[in-house]
């Protein structure tokens, strides 16, 4: 139906780069011109661009999200701030927010 070039063009077009115009095509071709609902992919623009406002959709993430452990709290001097990550030491568990955690872990987490 479209061709790489096709999706190249609209994503110049869209300030796409390359690389997820390509993506976008093959994508969309093994699935054969469909959206997950069913619906024929007529406008080749209108699907590249609602494809870049989603965030290039089927990206994977490979980063975790932090969320707040319930009723804990960062554990470095008047921080007070809510506990997201919690780090097991010999003799006690310590308690960080994100600001203070190890910057190794911050680097696995959004």
């Not at 932090?66 to 009723?71: A, F, H, S, Y």
Request: with cysteine.
């Amino acid at each position: 139906m479209f061709t790489e070039q096709n999706c190249k063009d609209v994503g110049i077009t869209l300030g796409m780069p390359e690389e997820k115009s390509l993506d976008f095509y093959h994508h969309y071709n093994a699935q054969g011109w469909v959206f997950g609902s069913g619906l024929k992919i007529v406008n080749l623009k209108s699907a590249m661009w609602r494809w870049k406002k989603n965030g290039y959709r089927f990206e994977k993430k490979d980063k975790r999200k932090l969320l707040p452990i319930v009723g804990k709290h960062c554990s470095e001097d008047g921080c007070g701030m809510p506990a997201v990550y919690k780090y097991a030491g010999r003799s006690s568990d310590f308690w960080y927010c994100s600001d203070h955690m190890p910057e190794k872990v911050k680097e696995k987490y959004e």
